[in-house]
């Protein structure tokens, strides 16, 4: 199965928004409503921080939001700061039963 | 706090058999629901395969001819096997609970450390 898309790299300054897309087909993204969201900063094992298109785990901050449109879901950071710059990567349930990840994104801070 | 913690062979030759668990830790964590993810360096994620507590399993295709995984629900621990493994398996391979709080989600919640695992002659 192949990766979901999202752009390779996503840059902005401090205090701005960014949007990171996620694309798959009508067998992963746009079959159910089950895409999910991971940081991972260099070195360190991911980190969920959206799940279920847009519901956020305990103690993940509400700059973190999620939604979804057909076959593209969307990542976006508010107010974004330092800390934010890490590779960031969708994943979606198929209709396989199987995982499907994306190609991930790197989120530079400027 | 609930935590996942990785053991097994990080080197391994051609042809030989990569074997990890994974177990869960912390007070009422006891997953019912687990995945095993792989990075190859410098790559993105690869999603390996799923197992319920039902025993329930689902694997990749590129790689269900040679995985196994397995689930101790009395030691709390999950387990993964690939056999004949090449070069190309070179990669850090974390496992996934499903699982956290007392519910169950279509999403990775609690991730393990990972293990860095090198195949090479």
């Known amino acids: 199965q192949s990766a979901l898309t999202q752009p390779s790299s996503v840059s902005g300054s401090p205090g701005q928004s960014i949007t990171i897309s996620c694309t798959g087909t009508t067998d992963n993204v746009g079959a159910y409503n089950y895409l999910s969201w991971y940081q991972q900063p260099p070195g360190k094992a991911p980190k969920v921080i959206i799940f279920h298109v847009n519901e956020r785990p305990s103690g993940i901050s509400n700059r973190f939001s999620g939604s979804k449109s057909g076959n593209t879901a969307s990542l976006t950071i508010s107010d974004l700061q330092a800390e934010d710059e890490a590779d960031y990567y969708c994943s979606s349930y198929t209709r396989s039963d199987t995982y499907v990840f994306g190609s991930g994104t790197k989120v530079i801070v400027l | 706090q609930e935590q996942l913690q990785q053991w097994g062979a990080e080197f391994l030759k051609p042809s030989e058999t990569l074997s990890l668990t994974c177990g869960a830790y912390?007070?009422?964590?006891?997953?019912?629901?687990w995945s095993w993810i792989r990075q190859p360096p410098g790559r993105g994620l690869e999603w390996i395969g799923q197992k319920y507590r039902s025993g329930t399993t689902s694997y990749s295709p590129s790689l269900r001819s040679r995985v196994t995984m397995s689930l101790d629900t009395s030691k709390n621990q999950f387990s993964l096997q690939l056999t004949s493994v090449t070069v190309a398996d070179t990669a850090v391979y974390y496992c996934a609970s499903h699982c956290s709080g007392g519910y169950c989600y279509y999403g990775m919640q609690v991730w393990g450390q990972g293990t860095t695992v090198t195949v090479s002659s």
């Open positions: 912390g007070e009422s964590f006891s997953p019912g629901y």
